[in-house]
């Protein structure tokens, strides 16, 4: 009986003769999930805003977006699929509606974590509710609000990959085709690009969080 032709895990030629596709897939995944945190972060800032000035809306809101967290991504798609069509489109509007549960809640609790002290020095000074809001609170929630966007990104990049069942996955398009052919190389690489994509993605908003609060204590 003939050998079986090698199917390693790790493969320089797999790169080589497909990285057309690779790179398609992976341009795909980060444009998916750049948008997608996007959208929900212009979405969350407001509503996490409003739900802290309004303390009886968060309760509902966080309710309601906990509900659409709860859902099974496969579930949520195939919902979505029938009023969205087959493509980006379904696949942006699950990732953002997963988004929100943990960045409007990263919002609301760096805000409701403002000591009591600076607003109360704050309103000594002059502060309208509004001006207290963006040169006050909002900065001093910066820290927990970033923390929220860390894990809503690197959340992201992990369920864009099941978009592939609507056609529009990104990497999950080059796992899934590794996995019916049961091609290793493809699997693997597929595989490594999402976590460097996460971990880079993680890392770049550390920086920006660290330079964008240079008042915190190393």
Known sequence: MADAPPNPWLSAAYLRDNAGDVAAALGQHVGLTV???????????PLGMLAHRRPRLAGPLLSTAGVLYTIPSLALF??????TGIGR???LIGLVL?????LVRGVLVGLAGVDPAVRDAARGMGYSP?????????????PTMVSALR???VST???TT????????????????GFRSNYHAEIMTATLLCLALALVADLLLAVVGRLSTPWQVR
């Open 151 to 153: 894990l809503a990104t």
């Open 89 to 91: 489109v379904t696949v």
């Open 98 to 102: 997963y988004a929100l549960l943990l």
């Open 78 to 83: 195939a919902v979505l699929a029938p009023y």
């Open 35 to 45: 948008e997608a945190v996007v959208i929900a972060s212009a979405i969350a800032l």
């Open 162 to 177: 099941v978009g592939v069942v609507v056609g529009a996955g990104g990497l999950g398009q080059l796992l899934f085709r």
């Open 130 to 142: 509004g001006a207290m809001l963006w040169r006050v609170e909002l900065p001093l929630a910066l």
């Open 157 to 159: 990049v992990a369920l």
